[in-house]
């Protein structure tokens, strides 16, 4: 299995703030690599796909980067609606795994 | 529109199956750049990623559950069910369905159900 690791896994921020989040695979994984925002209570949304191509709808604050084993996920200007929980996951392997989350809160 | 809909919380108790039956609409499960799979969350952890069929039935499982997971589809009720035996209190979580996207951009989980709470105690 392709391990994926993330940190911080949990960070304090207020309004307004550039947040970056890190994700590690154990192996190269190209640019096979999607981010995710889980809020309690509502369905997982997609932010990005292939490292760095904003879903459909997703504001322009959110951004991805990297390839290879290294890669980010920023939000520029956080807002309040950001705070939750953000999750990679790779795609290089057919079995797909994902990060051990980065609880974004106050 | 896409949507997927899990059904209401399930209660199991260890060692039974535990099976959870997906309704979705806004597409047509048969193409093989399209599949609908399962991933969980148990209380307090990370989104673990469990099964994936597609549209050719071809099917994917983690490895770690693979001899516990069966994935099958339905395409005339638009329907995904998901049978995971010897259900165990770790298995405790929420089920998510979902849809899945493939090209030149891997697999996305691009559309979500809104989960499921399945607990497993005696």
């Known amino acids: 299995d392709i391990q994926m690791t993330q940190f911080p896994s949990s960070l304090s921020a207020s309004v307004g703030d550039r947040v970056t989040i890190t994700c590690r695979a154990s192996e190269s994984i190209s640019r096979y690599l999607n981010w995710y925002q889980l809020k309690l209570g509502k369905a997982p949304k997609l932010l990005i796909y292939a490292a760095s191509s904003l879903q459909s709808g997703v504001p322009s604050r959110f951004s991805g980067s990297g390839s290879g084993t290294d890669f980010t996920l920023t939000i520029s200007g956080l807002q309040p609606e950001d705070f939750a929980t953000y999750y990679c996951q790779q795609s290089y392997s057919a079995l797909l795994t994902f990060g051990g989350g980065t609880n974004v809160d106050i | 529109q896409i949507t997927l809909k899990e059904p209401g919380p399930t209660l199991v108790k260890p060692t039974q199956t535990l099976t959870l039956t997906c309704t979705f609409s806004?597409?047509?499960?048969?193409?093989?750049?399209?599949?609908v799979g399962w991933i969980r969350q148990p209380p307090g952890k990370a989104l673990e990623w469990l099964a994936l069929?597609?549209?050719?039935?071809?099917?994917r499982y983690s490895p770690s559950l693979k001899s516990r997971l069966t994935i099958t589809k339905d395409t005339s009720k638009n329907q995904v069910v998901l049978t995971m035996t010897n259900m165990d209190p770790v298995d405790t979580g929420t089920y998510y369905c979902?849809?899945?996207?493939?090209?030149?951009?891997?697999?996305?989980?691009?559309?979500w159900g809104q989960g499921t709470l399945v607990t497993v105690s005696s």
């Open positions: 069929i597609y549209g050719d039935d071809d099917e």
């Open positions: 806004g597409f047509s499960l048969s193409t093989s750049g399209e599949g």
């Open positions: 979902a849809h899945h996207s493939s090209g030149w951009y891997g697999t996305a989980v691009d559309f």
